[in-house]
């Protein structure tokens, strides 16, 4: 069950999913001490089955952290293992109805789609998986349902990762049943608890590991190096400045905005070199809608010399961190974001961040510190930050170095570790007060 067929049908391979971890790897980036802390931690941990279910392998800030969340767990004694939940194109299209409803958008949903495709394809899975762990963590809504099939054991999880706080009511209704047969949910941010949990809520910042390989420090010699057969291929001259933008195509990442601001700042033709506008990003095996949101932005595009939009990048990994150590400023103005894993990836390398007020957008970004916050809404407001940070390269460094620190303080991977230690302990029995970070009760 540590690996089974992606929902495409293609067998994802140990070394191509997971990266190689051992923790005194990190001690550059976190210290020996608090590495030692872990290991004390997990000690009693040892044997112990911690599985997580998630609905893809590929794609997405959830997969991005079990790739690494998971063999670090392993590498401390724990039996961590990762499921995924399968399904057709239906199943999928549905559940990214609830993801987009979840965070606001209104679709209409039919009974077909809930009893037959939703809750159909969750009881084929619940007759295939085995999940008998002493913790199960269960991420997102696409496998919620999953708690009523009676195959999870009592310590099962619901990990919200997506920005719940003004949920269509309807759907969490739908919703609320499931969560509350969970023995506790977790959210990144408590102004994303919504209404009606009856189960202990604990708060968690997703993080990014330092040791994969977008993560790892790029020399600007490096970077160039790494871009080369890209730029080569695009015709990218590597000395105007950048403002990259990576993400999935998704209607929530707000890229046609992104582009609109940048056409309006070029516009005022201040800017000398003039900038590229360059957007990146991948389709994740569980969004279907992905597609339609990227055809629509090649449209708006057409052929604008100083943009380009790129799909699925070969060498996916050197390629993200190469463009974000590179960039000049990095724009990251969602309507709604769970966390932005890009933010801390770009701020991870020295990029300062034009970030949208919310959601856990604002964890990361400190207006004016590492970057701007901006009205995700008001293409004058993000034009004006991304000119802003352009025109004083000084300042965006020091940004951009602050960001670093803030990211290393608070996002890196053994932190996300420690608090799933925690709460494995308090869950197990171990430690029988609460961790810290449980928000509610209170
Ligand atoms: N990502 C990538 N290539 C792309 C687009 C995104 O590797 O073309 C990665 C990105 O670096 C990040 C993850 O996908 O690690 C996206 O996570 P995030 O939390 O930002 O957004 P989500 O997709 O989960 O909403």
Redesign the pocket.
């Known amino acids: 069950m540590l690996l089974r067929e992606d929902p495409d049908g293609s067998p994802p391979s140990f070394g191509a999913l997971f990266h190689e971890r051992s923790l005194g790897d990190y001690a550059p980036y976190v210290g020996r001490s608090r590495l030692e802390e872990l290991l004390a931690l997990a000690e009693p941990l040892a044997g112990c089955r911690w599985t997580h279910l998630n609905s893809t392998y590929v794609?997405?800030?959830?997969a991005?952290i079990l790739r690494s969340l998971v063999p670090l767990a392993r590498a401390l004694g724990i039996d961590c293992r990762w499921a995924v939940i399968e399904g057709h194109n239906g199943f999928f299209a549905v559940t990214k109805k609830f993801h987009n409803m979840l965070q606001g958008i209104e679709q209409p949903l039919s009974l077909d789609e809930i009893f037959d495709c939703y809750l159909g394809t969750i009881e084929e899975n619940a007759r295939r998986l085995e999940l008998d762990a002493d913790l199960v963590v269960v991420h997102d809504p696409q496998p919620a349902a999953i708690v009523a099939q009676g195959i999870l054991p009592p310590r099962a999880l619901w990990r919200c990762?997506i920005d719940t706080s003004a949920p269509n009511p309807i759907l969490w209704r739908f919703l609320l049943p499931y969560i509350n047969q969970f023995a506790g949910a977790i959210f990144t941010m408590p102004e994303f608890v919504a209404p009606g949990l009856r189960v202990p809520v604990y708060e968690l910042s997703?993080c990014i590991d330092p040791l994969a390989e977008?993560n790892r420090p790029y020399l600007r010699s490096e970077a160039l190096d790494v871009l080369a057969p890209l730029f080569h291929a695009h015709n990218v001259d590597p000395e105007r400045p950048l403002v990259v933008a990576?993400?999935?195509y998704d209607v929530h990442k707000n890229q046609s905005r992104i582009l609109q601001a940048f056409l309006r700042l070029r516009a005022e033709g201040r800017l000398s070199p003039p900038p590229y506008l360059i957007f990146?990003?991948?389709s994740?095996t569980d969004d279907p809608e992905g597609m339609q949101v990227y055809a629509s932005l090649v449209d708006q595009v057409g052929d604008d010399p100083d943009v380009r939009l790129w799909l699925n990048?070969p060498d996916?990994?050197r390629v993200?961190g190469a463009l974000m150590r590179l960039a000049s400023v990095f724009v990251h103005v969602s309507t709604r974001e769970?966390?932005?894993?890009?933010v801390s990836?770009a701020l991870w390398q020295g990029t300062p961040v034009v970030g949208s007020r919310v959601g856990g957008i604002v964890k990361q970004v400190r207006d004016g510190e590492t970057g701007f916050l901006v009205d995700p809404k008001n293409v004058d407001e993000i034009a004006r930050r991304i000119g802003d940070l352009l025109a004083d390269p000084d300042r965006a460094r020091a940004m951009g170095e602050r960001g670093r620190e803030h990211v290393r303080t608070h996002f890196l991977l053994p932190e996300l570790l420690r608090r799933y230690l925690l709460l494995l302990r308090h869950l197990l029995g171990i430690d029988p007060e609460p961790p810290p970070f449980r928000i509610a009760p209170a």
């Open positions: 794609g997405g800030g959830v991005e990762h997703p977008k990576i993400s999935r990146v990003g991948n994740a990048v996916n990994d993200v769970g966390f932005g894993l890009v990836e």
